[in-house]
Every structure is written in structure tokens, then in C-alpha cells.
């Protein structure tokens, strides 16, 4: 029976991973865990794709390298996240152009655990749906998404989402940043 998927108001599980933060020789790994995260006091953004070396998955991690910046801009850290290992990882960066000089983390759950607490496990292959969660700087999720295996998702909502979050009043169908927002 798979789990149900965390949602708004739930907590961001705790964890400790492996992740790969460059291609340099000698420093490609690091771990990352979010008690340290959460102590920066900032939004946190963790987009997941099903494996590595496929098709969809890299247009997306391209688009949110490109992006990457807009994130900072808004006090959120940026990780990208799937159940591949490290080593798998930093062969995937190693061999295609577009995944080469990113600038985030990509976290290797090797161990499925996190995709499993946060209810994105696939039943059938054992990799995790195209998620992204969006986390408030005290570790409760705020927005979840949630695509196919074979949909990838915008970039450009993820961020409108977010600004909307962080502004703490009521955004309207549609609203970007710069928009008026209700009055209660």
C-alpha cells in the first residue's frame, strides 16, 4: 500500500542524504540535512524527477538551473532530489551538457525513504513522481504539486506560487508578483 502524499500544514520530513553539489575533482559530494537547512531560516523549494539518463527529467533540471537565481532572490534554497544514487548522479552531470554546472544540490535518496515519507514513491518502479514542494522557513509545507511520470512541470508556477506564499495575504486566480492582492 503506498503512502498517502504529504500536504499543506504537514511537516517536511526530517532527513540526512547524500547529495552531489559539484563536478570538481574531490569535492562532488556532500551531505545535506534539514535541520541545518531549516536553521538558515529560509523558504525551501525540493523538486523531485523519476531517474536519471531519461528525457523529460533533464529539460526540467536545466529550467530550474536557469532559474536558480530568481530562487535566491526570494530567500529559497533550491534541491533537486530523486531516488538515483550519488555516483549515478554525478555520472549524469558528468555526460550532459545541460546538467553540468548547476547550482544546487541534486540529493540522492538512495535509500527511497524520504520519497516514501513524503507519499511519492510509484508503486509499480519504485521512483518518485515529478513533486515539487514548497516548504515555509519552519519546515511546513506550504504548496505541493504533484505530475505524471511523463509530464513535466513549469518552473515559472513553482515561482509564482512561492511569491504569492511569501506575500502572507490573498492572491487571486492568476496573481504574479507585482499584482495587488485581496483585502480580507
Same mark, same amino acid.
Given at each position: 500500500?503506498?503512502? %498517502?502524499?504529504?500536504?499543506?500544514?504537514?511537516?517536511?520530513?526530517?532527513?540526512?542524504?547524500?547529495?552531489?553539489?559539484?563536478?570538481?575533482?574531490?569535492?562532488?559530494?556532500?551531505?545535506?540535512?534539514?535541520?541545518?537547512?531549516?536553521?538558515?531560516?529560509?523558504?525551501?523549494?525540493?523538486?523531485?524527477?523519476?531517474?536519471?539518463?531519461?528525457?523529460?527529467?533533464?529539460?526540467?533540471?536545466?529550467?530550474?538551473?536557469?532559474?536558480?537565481?530568481?530562487?535566491?532572490?526570494?530567500?529559497?534554497?533550491?534541491?533537486?532530489?530523486?531516488?538515483?544514487?550519488?555516483?549515478?548522479?554525478?555520472?549524469?552531470?558528468?555526460?550532459?551538457?545541460?546538467?553540468?554546472?548547476?547550482?544546487?544540490?541534486?540529493?540522492?535518496?538512495?535509500?527511497?525513504?524520504?520519497?516514501?515519507?513524503?507519499?511519492?514513491?510509484?508503486?509499480?518502479?519504485?521512483?518518485?513522481?515529478?513533486?515539487?514542494?514548497?516548504?515555509?522557513?519552519?519546515?511546513?509545507?506550504?504548496?505541493?504539486?504533484?505530475?505524471?511520470?511523463?509530464?513535466? %512541470?513549469?518552473?515559472?508556477?513553482?515561482?509564482?506560487?512561492?511569491?504569492?506564499?511569501?506575500?502572507?495575504?490573498?492572491?487571486?486566480?492568476?496573481?504574479?508578483?507585482?499584482?495587488?492582492?485581496?483585502?480580507?
Amino acid at each position: 500500500m503506498q503512502n %498517502r502524499i504529504l500536504s499543506i500544514g504537514n511537516m517536511f520530513p526530517d532527513f540526512n542524504k547524500k547529495a552531489v553539489v559539484s563536478t570538481e575533482k574531490g569535492k562532488e559530494f556532500a551531505d545535506i540535512n534539514s535541520i541545518e537547512l531549516r536553521a538558515k531560516g529560509e523558504w525551501m523549494v525540493m523538486f523531485w524527477w523519476p531517474k536519471d539518463f531519461t528525457f523529460v527529467c533533464p529539460t526540467e533540471i536545466a529550467e530550474f538551473n536557469k532559474r536558480y537565481m530568481d530562487f535566491r532572490d526570494r530567500d529559497t534554497l533550491l534541491l533537486g532530489a530523486s531516488t538515483d544514487t550519488e555516483f549515478v548522479h554525478l555520472a549524469w552531470r558528468n555526460n550532459h551538457n545541460d546538467l553540468k554546472e548547476l547550482r544546487f544540490p541534486m540529493i540522492a535518496d538512495t535509500s527511497k525513504s524520504l520519497a516514501d515519507d513524503l507519499g511519492i514513491l510509484s508503486a509499480e518502479e519504485k521512483v518518485a513522481y515529478r513533486a515539487t514542494f514548497i516548504v515555509d522557513p519552519e519546515g511546513v509545507i506550504r504548496w505541493v504539486s504533484v505530475n505524471d511520470l511523463n509530464v513535466g %512541470r513549469n518552473v515559472d508556477e513553482v515561482l509564482r506560487v512561492l511569491d504569492a506564499l511569501q506575500t502572507d495575504e490573498l492572491c487571486p486566480c492568476n496573481w504574479v508578483k507585482g499584482e495587488e492582492t485581496n483585502q480580507a
